[in-house]
């Protein structure tokens, strides 16, 4: 069986010998396929978000699962969940194989054991309300196969992010997300194109699940996690674009509210009480839907 992540790209035969201006417009070239490659896997992108709204809007969790670059990206994206949605740290999970010292360093082994991903989601007690989202280039790695496995067992959706088409880790999958951007480059260096491809899937799968869950008004984050002076002063911008207010203002309604930029917007553009502002947001978690109906 050919596997396309191991393939070698004729356009790239001569790399050891090409000049550095040429070899970074062949690598800058090769990398524009990415997104044409993800643009041809929509339904299945778009199947995964219901999937993963519907586990969000039931108390379950995303976790994400892989090896290597692909676990690695999985980690990346659960964590700017917390500072750029707002969300718990259970609510969006990584697991990678052979833990969080693999992150920098690889673990031997990990990646080829079932048994070690059965463990990992033990640990973490998942149940069948939860999302398994496992992400493997090369569609093959057993820690994958094996969280799939188990997941089914529990009657947990599972989706797949691979770039080999037909793959295993996508047969295995109720969902399977392969874009196919073709031979790496480098052959068999899936950090490059496969990479990117994988990481250009879980931006849209994490911001618009988020979206469709309450944690954006208009194009702007609503739910951010004030954690440093950056994030300070996108809150207050991003109070000021929806409300219209001052800048005090705004600093005001997050000092009445501890931070909580829905409870600041509500407060100003209702002119409510924090705990009226509470009550409608247990209501309806979208600002636009409390906004229309009041």
Not at 54 to 77: C, K
Request: charged share 20%; hydrophobic share 40%.
């Amino acid at each position: 069986m050919k596997i396309a992540t191991e393939l070698r790209n004729p356009n790239s035969m001569n790399l050891d010998i090409l000049s550095i201006r040429e070899a970074i417009e062949l690598i800058n070239n090769e990398d524009k396929k990415t997104a044409e490659a993800v643009g041809q896997c929509l339904d299945p992108i778009e199947k995964a978000i219901e999937k993963i709204v519907h586990a969000f809007n039931h108390g379950g969790r995303l976790i994400y699962m892989g090896a290597g670059t692909s676990g690695r990206l999985g980690v990346l994206d659960a964590a700017e969940c917390y500072p750029t949605f707002g969300t718990n740290e259970t609510h969006v999970l990584a697991l990678m194989a052979g833990g969080e010292k693999a992150f920098i360093t690889a673990q031997e082994g990990a990646e080829d054991s079932k048994e070690l991903a059965v463990t990992d989601l033990k640990n973490i007690n998942l149940t069948s309300d939860d999302v398994v989202c496992g992400l493997a280039a090369s569609g093959r790695t057993p820690y994958v196969i094996g969280a799939f496995e188990y997941a089914k067992s529990l009657s947990c959706a599972t989706i797949a992010i691979t770039c080999n088409p037909g793959s295993i880790v996508g047969q295995t999958a109720d969902i399977a997300i392969e874009p196919n951007p073709g031979p790496e480059v480098l052959t068999g260096s899936t950090r490059m194109k496969a990479g990117t491809c994988q990481k250009l899937v879980l931006n849209i799968l994490s911001t618009v699940s988020m979206v469709n869950i309450g944690k954006v008004y208009e194009n702007l984050m609503i739910d951010l996690k004030i954690t440093n002076l950056k994030l300070n002063d996108r809150a207050i911008r991003n109070i000021i674009a929806i409300t219209e207010c001052s800048p005090e203002q705004a600093e005001k309604a997050l000092q009445q509210t501890n931070n909580n930029v829905k409870l600041a917007i509500l407060i100003i553009l209702l002119n409510c009480s924090v705990e009226e502002a509470q009550g409608y947001l247990k209501k309806s978690g979208s600002i636009r839907k409390i906004i229309q109906g009041v």
